[in-house]
């Protein structure tokens, strides 16, 4: 049990395991703020068409999910909140 221990914290330590498990952090935290941000505005104006459904599933800039949550309140309609969404695909790699 010790010595399974003692490997673990070598790979803990190994910036390849750091790189992974920040990666996999990062679009977990990503994939939430996209499930939140899809169930409010269908929330707020209906089932939204599936054009806007793969905009908004293409954005993996945390900030940007973000403060489209945060703006959402401010748009009056669907069409409103379609304009606040990136042209093109959102990303930051």
Known sequence: MIHSHIGM??????????????????????????????????????????????????????ALLQDLLLRLDECADLQAFEAALPKGRASSS
């Not at 803990?12 to 395991?17: A, C, D, K």
């Open 9 to 62: 914290d070598v790979l803990e330590q190994s910036s390849l395991y750091r790189t992974a498990l920040d990666k996999g952090l990062k679009l977990g935290r990503n994939e939430g703020l996209r499930k939140a941000l899809l169930a409010m505005v269908d929330k707020r104006f209906g089932p939204l068409p599936e054009p806007m459904v793969r905009r908004i599933r293409a954005i993996d800039q945390p």
